[in-house]
C-alpha cells in the first residue's frame, strides 16, 4: 500500500534552519498534492504550506519568505526548507498527500485518500 515517511527534524537554535524531508513509499503512479501541517503544544494544528501537482504552491500568511515546499515527483518527495526559525515555531510537523493513484497488487490501479506521515518534532531553543 501507500506509506509516507518522514525524515529531519530535531534540535534547532533560534534564526536557524532546518530541512524536512517526506518520501512516498509504495507502486505509486501519481501524487496529488503534498502538505506540511504543524501543531504546537496546546494549540491548534495550521497548514503550513501545500504544493499542487503543477507545482503551484500555497503558504501561510505569516510564513512566506521563510519556508520553502518543495517537491520532486521522479522520487516521490516532498521537502520543506525552514529558516529564521523561532521558539514559539516549536512543533510536530507533518507531511501529508490529499490522493494518490497507486497499484494495488491485487486489486490493480486504485485512488487513495488522505496520508499522513508519522511526524516529526522541531524543538527551537531561545
Known amino acids: 500500500q501507500v506509506q509516507l515517511v518522514q525524515s529531519g527534524g530535531g534540535l534547532v537554535q533560534a534564526g536557524g534552519s532546518l530541512r524536512l524531508s517526506c518520501v512516498a513509499s509504495?507502486?505509486?503512479?501519481?501524487?496529488?498534492?503534498w502538505a506540511w501541517y504543524r501543531q504546537a503544544p496546546g494549540k491548534q494544528r495550521e497548514l503550513v504550506a501545500n504544493i499542487a501537482s503543477d507545482g503551484t504552491t500555497n503558504y501561510a500568511d505569516s510564513l512566506k519568505g521563510r519556508f520553502t515546499i518543495t517537491r520532486d515527483n521522479a522520487t516521490k518527495k516532498t521537502y520543506l526548507q525552514v529558516n529564521s526559525l523561532e521558539p514559539e515555531e516549536t512543533a510536530g510537523y507533518c507531511c501529508s498527500v490529499d490522493w494518490v493513484i497507486f497499484t494495488d497488487q491485487v486489486l490493480g490501479e486504485r485512488k487513495g485518500d488522505d496520508y499522513w506521515g508519522q511526524g516529526t518534532q522541531v524543538i527551537v531553543s531561545a
Open positions: 509504495g507502486i505509486i503512479l501519481s501524487i496529488n498534492t
